[in-house]
């Protein structure tokens, strides 16, 4: 009996050390490649001409996590010529998605730097006659200061829209054997309501990602998506 629960035991452990390392993730992903983010972000496309800007939410500090979760980051501001609107555009990449080190998502970061989250919803970006962005919407506010927030993230092939469809996408990856690369790709503006339009942020989006080369468009939306616009 001793003997044949000894058999059991260690039968269980040998198929929990090959699931084990069936799970572990061996193979690393990065749609960025030798791209630079700041070759992949246009400066200047039809009425909007944009200036380098820092990060002032979770900005980028020597030794912070910040540093360590993104290997590269562009920050700027876009000014519309005709309009006087103004758009800034963070694009964040990160070559690891892991347990320790995930995107930094909006909802989050916002909060931790004072910030109240007045609205937040899921949406989709129409894109082209077939193609949609899953992106968020955000509403924050700190004292007087209020910002229209809109932004999405690729981690790997997946666009996940909240914290848990990113648990669950980075999962799926692990399951799959890979390490994937990750992306947060944020516009914000300044405005002077929470009830003001969202609608330049929404169309600011598909023009700029119109104006990067197609071949380059997978960095921001996935493989999938960019090939279906």
Not at 131 to 154: H, K, N
């Amino acid at each position: 009996m001793s003997r044949r629960r000894d058999l059991l035991i260690g039968g269980a452990c040998a198929a929990a050390g090959v699931a084990g390392y069936g799970l572990t993730p061996r193979r690393r992903i990065s749609l960025l490649g030798a791209d630079r983010l700041e070759d992949i972000a246009p400066r200047r496309f039809g009425d909007w001409t944009s200036a380098d800007m820092d990060d002032e939410v979770a900005p980028k500090e020597e030794g912070s996590l910040a540093s360590r979760l993104y290997g590269q980051s562009v920050g700027r501001l876009y000014t519309n010529a005709r309009t006087g609107v103004q758009v800034m555009l963070l694009l964040a990449w990160g070559d690891t998605q892991s347990n320790a080190l995930q995107l930094h998502r909006p909802e989050v970061c916002y909060p931790a730097f004072g910030f109240e989250i007045v609205a937040s919803e899921a949406v989709r970006l129409p894109l082209s006659a077939t193609a949609a962005l899953p992106a968020r919407s955000l509403t924050v506010r700190r004292g007087d200061r209020i910002e229209q927030v809109l932004y999405w993230t690729r981690l790997g092939e997946y666009l996940p829209q909240t914290v848990q469809e990113q648990r669950v996408d980075r999962i799926r990856a692990a399951m799959a054997g890979s390490v994937p690369d990750g992306v947060l790709v944020r516009l914000n503006r300044t405005v002077s309501s929470t009830a003001a339009p969202v609608a330049s942020l929404r169309d600011f989006a598909p023009e700029l990602l119109a104006a990067i080369p197609a071949a380059r468009r997978k960095v921001l939306l996935g493989t999938a998506l960019a090939r279906a616009i």
